[in-house]
């Protein structure tokens, strides 16, 4: 969007709009100047703006052990802040956020207060200054608090209690509250904060003080999304199943929190269960020794009805959910993220596995699936694919909607007794990523429309294996005879161009060639009959094909932990009808959101997210680089 702002007049003023809505800044650092330029009058870009997101990394431009750098930085952080708050146009901004929990200016958060007063979006955070009745006056809630529909509570302090009871007993119609805890245990003792079998705790007492007592709350907070972090659920019937209204829910998130069995558990009774449940998101880390919080969802999921977003993170547990959980919801479900392993490692080695028997069920009932995340079987990277691992993917390749497929766990290469370099293992993925487009853009052909029979994939770098499913006959429709399960495949370098503009034209070895028996375009005549797709066939909705998981703390950093490959089509340039076909190109996070943003299953940070098996090119030239850096 940058270059087509710099195109033409026309242009930068269509896209300006799209470009600032929403603006991410990170201050503390030598680039807060920029903020001048930013809010230029002269700059068009700034009455669009309506989201603003702060981060303010200590670790950005000075070590934190150094008192006086942190000063100074907050001091310099507080002025960028409020110079920014100065120059917006009142009454403009929709959401501001902080990141992440340090103290947030007293001053400026009276400022931001005084000049935006249409903001749908209000945060609970710890400020510089006592929450006493002296700030609350200069606030002015009541004037600045008309629009606003969600709620973010970030705890870490008691004041931040009291700023957030100041918030919740103020907005009456809210549509989504986020409540996270991240107190210093050292400060305040955790049976004091959670909820005990005696009383309800600090967190729920303070914040929603003037529903108590709650076994006789008669108006229970009506909600369309919740979200909790880091909070104790074990005691649940008797706090926050009375102060909040579940059975209106639609959007429900559990993150870390302990006791999570107990409260789906309450969550199935008659009288709590919700009937309109769109988005369940479950993140849970120890489970008990009899898998509690495991069975607890389970049995959640096989009651309720209508899901689209369904993610199940679970660490230290035996198994994975049953599939009767997810055909439940066959007619609806749109985003599966599954994930379970029996050790809390910060791996995917010890990542449970669906057998082909359950994902064939779950292929076959959940056609309506956009996006998956799923651990697939272990497998050698340099050795010819596994039988039960091309008939997993022949089945997960078969579903028709299928948007963005996520793969948390990594191809090895065990065989060698050194990791391979990383620009390598780069290219073998990209190589499986455009045999996974093709597949899944030739699923049938004539007398097998529903490519039952067929499963071609790449093995190695070197041949292309091509293996049916199961209990499918392995024979040239039309002749009885047996077909060749593998046929030689060309290395031959083609023009690769990607179908998105933000994509570049670059040769890669692992684009197929005229030769290739896996090119549903161009068969070779060695290719059986059984694999020559005609064209109608190769439109598939598959985009993105990603390994890995992310690690990114936030929104607009790149991870190190994941590698996403994007759908682009190959021409060769030699064929004289300039055939084609689909071929991959990496991306990153921030580039892929722009080229399919139907892939927030990518987004979702997983207990485990461990780098690729690959090493990275050795820096010879130590000091050197450095200085040939510096020179660039």
């Not at 709620?151 to 209690?161: A, F, P, V």
């Not at 005990?196 to 009506?222: A, D, R």
């Not at 890669?508 to 375009?521: G, L, V």
């Amino acid at each position: 969007m940058v270059s087509l702002c710099l195109t033409s007049k026309q242009l930068h003023r269509l896209v300006v709009r799209r470009l600032y809505r929403t603006v991410h800044l990170h201050l503390g650092g030598t680039k807060d100047t920029n903020i001048a330029a930013l809010l230029n009058p002269s700059n068009i870009g700034v009455q669009h703006i309506k989201h603003i997101d702060l981060y303010h990394d200590y670790s950005r431009d000075h070590n934190d052990e150094e008192e006086n750098a942190i000063e100074n930085l907050s001091r310099h952080t507080v002025f960028a802040v409020r110079m920014m708050l100065e120059f917006l146009p009142k009454d403009q901004l929709e959401k501001f956020r902080w990141h992440p929990w340090s103290k947030f200016s007293a001053e400026n958060l009276v400022l931001l207060y005084r000049k935006q007063k249409k903001l749908k979006w209000h945060e609970a955070f710890t400020v510089d200054k006592p929450f006493d009745e002296k700030l609350k006056r200069e606030l002015n809630f009541d004037s600045a608090l008309g629009q606003v529909k969600d709620l973010g509570l970030w705890l870490d302090s008691k004041d931040s209690l009291h700023f957030a009871h100041e918030l919740v007993k103020r907005v009456t119609k809210v549509n989504k509250i986020t409540l996270r805890s991240s107190f210093d245990e050292e400060v305040l003792d955790g049976n004091e904060l959670q909820d005990t079998s005696t009383e309800p705790g600090l967190i729920s007492k303070t914040i929603f003080s003037h529903l108590m007592p709650f076994s006789e709350c008669k108006t229970p907070i009506v909600v369309s999304e919740l979200m909790l972090s880091e909070i104790s659920l074990r005691y649940t019937r008797d706090t926050y199943s009375n102060i909040f209204s579940l059975p209106t829910l639609r959007n429900l998130r559990i993150h870390g929190c302990r006791g999570a069995d107990a409260f789906f558990a309450d969550l199935s009774r008659s009288n709590t269960i919700p009937h309109k449940l769109q988005t369940l998101e479950l993140r849970h880390a120890h489970d008990t020794a009899d898998a509690e919080t495991l069975l607890s969802v389970t049995n959640f999921l096989c009651l309720v009805s209508g899901i689209e977003y369904l993610t199940i993170d679970i660490t230290s547990t035996r198994a994975l959910p049953d599939t009767k959980c997810f055909v439940r919801h066959a007619k609806t479900l749109k985003l599966l993220n599954v994930h379970t392993c029996s050790a809390s490692s910060s791996t995917s080695d010890d990542e449970h596995v669906y057998e082909v028997a359950d994902i064939e069920k779950i292929t076959q009932k959940c056609t309506k699936l956009e996006q998956l995340s799923l651990a697939f079987p272990k497998r050698d990277i340099t050795k010819a694919t596994p039988t039960k691992y091309n008939n997993f993917t022949s089945h997960i390749l078969r579903l028709p909607n299928l948007i963005t497929l996520n793969i948390t766990t990594w191809p090895t290469d065990i065989s060698i007794s050194h990791r391979m370099p990383r620009d390598e293992y780069e290219a073998i993925l990209a190589r499986k990523a455009a045999t996974y487009f093709r597949i899944a853009g030739g699923r049938g052909h004539r007398g097998d429309p529903k490519g039952i029979n067929t499963f071609p994939v790449s093995s190695s770098s070197n041949n292309t294996t091509t293996i049916p499913a199961a209990n499918a006959s392995l024979t040239t429709p039309g002749t009885g005879t047996a077909a060749p399960t593998t046929t030689p495949a060309s290395t031959t370098p083609t023009a690769t161009t990607a179908t998105s503009p933000t994509t570049t034209t670059t040769p890669t070895p692992a684009d197929p060639t005229p030769s290739d028996p896996t090119d549903p375009e161009n068969p070779s005549p060695l290719t059986p009959h059984y694999i020559r797709h005609p064209p109608h066939l190769l439109r598939s909705r598959l985009a993105l094909v990603a390994w890995g998981t992310t690690d990114s703390p936030h929104d607009r950093r790149d991870s190190q932990t994941t590698m996403i490959f994007a759908k682009g089509i190959y021409a060769h340039p030699g064929s004289p009808d300039c055939r084609r076909g689909p071929t991959a190109v990496m991306v990153d996070v921030c580039l892929r959101r722009y080229i399919e943003p139907r892939s927030d299953v990518l987004d979702f940070p997983l207990a485990h997210h461990g780098p690729p098996p690959c090493v990275d090119e050795e820096d010879d030239g130590g000091a050197a680089d450095e200085e040939s850096d510096d020179d660039v």
